[in-house]
């Protein structure tokens, strides 16, 4: 795997913020390196590249032509890596992962192995370092390759390497300082009140940013916790109260949980948004107010619009721009991303490091409460951890007992053929599935040398062409990627 031309580009460049038209892209995300969760996160788009080495170093993303072959090599700060840790090689039928000759060899899926085909999804280990392949929407104009320091900083609920997030965030970040109404919906924890913050924060409003949720106000009280209320207006007033809406002037009105807002307050908030005024309870006249209203939501307003639970003329007023959260299941990819952030909200939790095993398990969960379920594990992690490492033991059980499997054996030698041990072409396989992938797998590391294959198999040529015949594998095909 050596060098023999020019480095085309080393650049992880800017991430656009126009671009509407997306599509579906072969890309590799580095997530993160459990030894030090706070190295940078990065994207690389792999249209354009027909093998990707890794090795250890300074963090880079170099593209070059090597025998006719276009290569991305990706040099990660990760000590338990080796100088070259193995290669993905795309073939007519997917990518192979090959990674004979390093001291701790490859994880995939959470199986060890030296040489598999790469499945969509995949959660690829090399060393500490975990990766993600999958193909995924991609904005328009977006570079090769991506680190999360071009993301921007100003607002970090808003960094994300899904395309399709993306354009939506960038959408947000186009409206923020107008006064449009931004509907956030999506489901629980999926951040949609961080997200009505960074609106608020791009504004550049003056006022506050205020939230109400909407499902926990007193329903005696909604009109006075939202509008206010003068000294005595009812039992209890014993002061002059501003209310939720006035203290939102020359700010951010968030509205969470929308949907949950009573019909005789429905009536209410209209006059808000129709009138810029309300009426505090008591008071014989309106109030003028300039707010900038975000809402949320997790019901379906269009089906309480047509039951008649929700005013029409109010959900007229909120759809502005309705943007829908991803909830984290889909949203593997920005899991470095997201624990940076959050750790850093912790006190010392910048200085924490995971051991893989706990970063397996986080990576391989479902995360049914999203992002806030994330930022609770972190918390009660970090407290646990006094040696400065998150264990797998310090997850709650429903990571580690769904997911979380013993810890990977060690891999078989650098002279152990890749796919599973040599076998005797008499020998039994467990499906032809199997036998499927490690022929497709073998074609693809030797271009379709069927030669290079039976010898790598300790079988005959004939074997191997009886075995092609049977699955429908054309050897030639593999033959002319090689030579394209």
């Known amino acids: 795997m050596g060098h023999d031309s020019t480095i085309t580009s080393v650049v992880l460049g800017p991430r656009p913020e126009d671009g509407a038209t997306l599509d579906l892209r072969p890309q590799l995300v580095l997530v993160a390196i459990s030894d030090d969760p706070q190295a940078p996160s990065s994207r690389h788009l792999l249209d354009d590249v027909d093998e990707v080495w890794f090795g250890r170093g300074d963090p880079s993303a170099q593209r070059s032509r090597v025998d006719g072959r276009r290569v991305l090599e990706l040099r ?157 207006a009812f039992t209890g007033a014993v002061g ?91 949203r593997r990819i920005d899991l470095g991303l997201l624990a940076r952030h959050l750790l850093r909200l912790i006190p010392g939790g910048a200085q924490l490091r995971f051991a893989p095993a706990a970063l397996r398990a986080m990576l391989r969960h479902d995360w049914p409460l999203n992002i806030r379920e994330l930022e609770k594990v972190l918390a009660t992690a970090a407290a646990l951890a006094t040696e400065g490492v998150i264990e797998a033991a310090h997850l709650p059980d429903t990571l580690r007992r769904a997911r979380v499997e013993a810890a990977p054996a060690a891999p078989a030698g650098p002279s152990a053929p890749a796919l599973g041990p040599p076998v005797a072409p008499a020998a039994a396989r467990s499906s032809d599935d199997e036998l499927h992938q490690q022929l497709v797998g073998l074609l693809t590391l030797h271009q379709g040398n069927v030669v290079a294959v039976s010898k790598a198999l300790h079988t005959r040529r004939t074997q191997v062409y009886r075995w092609l015949r049977r699955l429908g594998i054309q050897a030639d095909a593999f033959r002319r990627r090689a030579d394209s």
């Open 76 to 232: 990660i700060p990760d000590r338990r890596m080796s100088g070259r840790h193995g290669r993905m090689i795309r073939g007519p039928a997917g990518w192979l992962l090959d990674d004979p000759d390093s001291k701790n060899g490859a994880v995939v899926d959470g199986a060890v192995t030296r040489r598999t085909v790469v499945g969509d999804a995949a959660v690829i280990e090399l060393g500490h370092t975990f990766l993600v392949f999958h193909h995924a929407a991609v904005e328009r104009d977006a570079p090769d390759d991506l680190d999360d320091a071009a993301l921007g900083h100003d607002v970090a609920a808003l960094r994300t390497f899904d395309g399709t997030l993306a354009e939506r965030f960038a959408t947000l970040r186009r409206v923020a300082p107008a006064e449009v109404s931004v509907l956030l919906q999506g489901e629980t924890g999926t951040g949609k009140e961080l997200v009505a913050r960074a609106v608020h924060q791009l504004s550049g409003r003056s006022g506050a940013f205020i939230a109400v949720n909407c499902g926990a106000l007193p329903p005696n009280l909604i009109e006075a916790e939202l509008f206010g209320h003068r000294r005595g």
């Open 240 to 330: 002059e109260r501003l209310g939720l809406v006035r203290s939102a002037d020359g700010g951010t009105l968030f509205l969470d949980e929308v949907g949950e807002l009573p019909a005789t307050s429905q009536a209410a908030f209209l006059r808000v948004l129709q009138e810029r005024e309300v009426v505090p309870v008591g008071v014989d006249h309106p109030v003028k107010v300039d707010v900038r209203l975000c809402a949320a939501t997790l019901r379906d307003l269009e089906a309480l619009v047509a039951s008649g639970q929700f005013r029409r003329d109010l959900y007229a007023r909120l759809f502005g721009l309705t943007i829908e959260l991803l909830p984290l299941r889909r």
